[in-house]
C-alpha cells in the first residue's frame, strides 16, 4: 500500500512558535506538495518540490518556508505562527509537478492559539 | 483566472439513492480532470481521472463523465451507502498547474 504520512493528526501551537510539519512519502515521487484547507476555500498550493533541495512557492507562501533534504520527506516551517495559519495541512505526492494522481497524506489539524 | 466551481455545495440523500455532482472548470490549457473523495479528517483520496480525450470512467459506484467542449464535468454515484458520506473534490489540471474546487459535502443518512 503507497503511504503518505505526516508526523501529527493534531497540533495545538502558540503564536510566535515555530512550527514543523513532517511529511515522508513511500513511492520515490519527485515531486512533493504541501497544501491548506480551509472551508469555502479549496486546497491551496502553499510549496511544492521537484527534487531534493529545489522548491517552488505556490499560491500562498507567505508566512511559510520548506526544507526537502532528501527525495522521501518534504517539511513545511512556519516561521512565526499566528492565528490566521490555522488551517488543515495537507501534504501529497506525486509523479508530475502538476500533482497529477497525487497521493494526500491524512492532513494535520494546527491551530494557533 | 482558473477556476473550479462545483455544486450543490452541499446534498443529503438516502441510503440506496443515487445522486450527481458538478464541477465546471475554466482551466485552460486543460490536461485533466480529477474526482477525490475526502472523508471527514482524512486526507483526500483519488476516485478517477480524465484526459480530454475521455468522456467517462467508473470507480465501482462512482462513474464520472467529462465534456470537454462545455468544461464540465459530473460524478454520479449509485447505490449510496452510509459510507459514501464525504466531501467531493474536483480538480482540473493544465500548463503545470492544479486547480481545486471548494467541493461537494455529500451526507447519506439511513
Known amino acids: 500500500d503507497v503511504k503518505v504520512t505526516q508526523s501529527s493528526r493534531y497540533l495545538v501551537k502558540r503564536t510566535g512558535e515555530k512550527v514543523f510539519l513532517e511529511c515522508v512519502q513511500d513511492?520515490?515521487?519527485?515531486?512533493m506538495f504541501w497544501y491548506r484547507q480551509d472551508p469555502g476555500l479549496g486546497l491551496r498550493l502553499i510549496y511544492f518540490?521537484?527534487?531534493?533541495?529545489?522548491?517552488e512557492k505556490g499560491d500562498i507562501p507567505e508566512g511559510y518556508s520548506v526544507s526537502r533534504e532528501k527525495k522521501e520527506r518534504f517539511s513545511l516551517i512556519l516561521e512565526s505562527a499566528s492565528t490566521n495559519q490555522t488551517s488543515m495541512y495537507l501534504c501529497?505526492?506525486?509523479?508530475?509537478?502538476?500533482?497529477?494522481?497525487?497521493?494526500f497524506g491524512q492532513g494535520t489539524r494546527l491551530t494557533v492559539v | 483566472k482558473n477556476q473550479v466551481e462545483q455544486s450543490p455545495q452541499s446534498l443529503i440523500i438516502l441510503e440506496g439513492k443515487n445522486c450527481t455532482l458538478q464541477?465546471?472548470?475554466?482551466?485552460?490549457?486543460?490536461?485533466?480532470l480529477r474526482w477525490y473523495k475526502q472523508d471527514t479528517g482524512r486526507g483526500p483520496v483519488s476516485l478517477t481521472i480524465m484526459t480530454f480525450s475521455e468522456n467517462t470512467k467508473s470507480n465501482g459506484r462512482y462513474t464520472a463523465t467529462l465534456d470537454a467542449d462545455t468544461k464540465q464535468s459530473s460524478l454520479h454515484i449509485t447505490a449510496s451507502q452510509l459510507s459514501d458520506s464525504a466531501s467531493y473534490i474536483c480538480v482540473s489540471s493544465g500548463a503545470g498547474k492544479s486547480t481545486f474546487g471548494d467541493g461537494t459535502t455529500l451526507t447519506v443518512k439511513p
Open positions: 518540490s521537484y527534487d531534493v533541495k529545489m522548491k
Open positions: 513511492m520515490d515521487h519527485e515531486n
Open positions: 464541477c465546471n472548470y475554466t482551466v485552460s490549457p486543460f490536461s485533466n
Open positions: 501529497a505526492s506525486g509523479k508530475t509537478v502538476a500533482a497529477t494522481e497525487a497521493f
